[in-house]
């Protein structure tokens, strides 16, 4: 089985390869954009080129015998999905449908799709589940869920199988402390705190404190990286088990911490003090987004395994080898 990973060099996309090649081959795609360097082994093989270039995926569908696709590849950051639109639609709906297309053209027909929790805008419940209303309200989330409903409609008609993950807030390093989470820009909480006590950053902010929440700051659902990583292969072999097939499913923890405990949970794992400037609210952040996973421990059997200590725990250890 050999599974072409769109996005493999990327944060998610980097650790769902080094699980997956325990017991798959992996053919990473990726143009290196916003990925940094990656860890190849004899399992996976790297292809550098763009999604949205069919001549790119003429080239992968044929040189390797590609039986699914997990695609990763795109852009996630809202403040700039909100500035710069076009580059959201061109890279995340655009390139998408040029992936689709080459993979009814090619046979490929299992689909393991990376989407968001933007998708559900802001929520008019505490606890999400599938089955809560999508009302986007910035041009990331809208570009995923236009993938969505472009991914059920195709397979009304092509013989494509999907999974739609909609992600929480992804955290945390691989144990092996060889892979973390980088982005350039840094807009994430957890790695600006972690960076900040590392003596990277002069003070943090905290953004909105007056928020409807127990302590006024965003109450997010944090979920290990390696668990999102395991839900995509449990994903993909209940295609193959059919087990399940065109579905949508969250992936978050089903707790909620706030901003300040986040920060307190960094101090308290890095042993070192923070310094807090609090700040305005930053646009487009709801207050409160927590996922029920129910349904995919219910018909997958997968169940997060990282609470937020180790997920804080783990991305410590990352930035802290990192900076040396
Ligand atoms: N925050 C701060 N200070 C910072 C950075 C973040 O206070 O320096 C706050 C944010 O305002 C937010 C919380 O920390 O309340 C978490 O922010 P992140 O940027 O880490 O994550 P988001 O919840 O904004 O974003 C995540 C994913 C997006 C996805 C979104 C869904 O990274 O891809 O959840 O709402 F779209």
């Not at 070192?272 to 400037?277: C, D, F, G, P």
Request: aromatic residues 8%; charged residues 25%; negative net charge.
């Amino acid at each position: 089985m050999t599974i072409l990973v769109c996005g493999g060099a990327g944060y998610i996309g980097s650790h769902t390869v080094k699980v997956l090649t325990s017991e798959y081959d992996v053919v990473i795609l990726d143009n290196l954009t916003t990925g940094y360097p990656f860890l190849l082994n004899d399992k996976a093989s790297f292809e550098k080129g763009d999604l949205g270039d069919p001549a790119v995926l003429d080239r992968i569908f044929k040189k390797h015998n590609i039986d699914a696709v997990f695609h990763f590849a795109a852009n996630s950051l809202v403040g700039e999905s909100v500035q710069n639109p076009l580059k959201y639609y061109k890279n995340n709906v655009s390139a998408t449908i040029t992936l689709l297309d080459k993979m009814v053209e090619y046979g490929v027909n299992k689909f393991i799709f990376s989407s968001t929790a933007a998708t559900y805008g802001i929520p008019d419940t505490d606890l999400i589940t599938e089955d809560t209303a999508t009302n986007p309200i910035n041009p990331y989330g809208k570009s995923k869920l236009m993938i969505e409903d472009i991914l059920s409609d195709v397979s009304d008609v092509h013989n494509l199988e999907y999974v739609v993950l909609r992600y929480f807030n992804a955290a945390g390093a691989h144990e092996s402390a060889e892979i973390g989470e980088s982005h350039d820009p840094e807009t994430h909480l957890i790695p600006i705190v972690l960076q900040h006590l590392l003596g990277e950053r002069k003070q943090i902010s905290v953004f909105g404190t007056d928020y409807d929440t127990p302590d006024g700051t965003c109450v997010r659902d944090y979920i290990h990286v390696t668990d999102l990583a395991n839900a995509h292969i449990l994903a993909y072999e209940g295609l193959v088990n059919k087990e399940v097939a065109n579905e949508v499913f969250n992936l978050g923890n089903g707790a909620g911490y706030s901003v300040k405990e986040i920060i307190e949970v960094c101090e308290k794992v890095s042993g070192k003090s923070a310094v807090i400037e609090y700040a305005d609210r930053r646009t487009g952040d709801p207050a409160t987004l927590v996922a029920s996973s129910k349904k995919i421990e219910e018909k997958l059997g997968w169940k997060p395994q990282f609470d937020l200590e180790e997920i804080i725990g783990s991305a410590w250890r990352w930035h802290s080898k990192e900076t040396k």
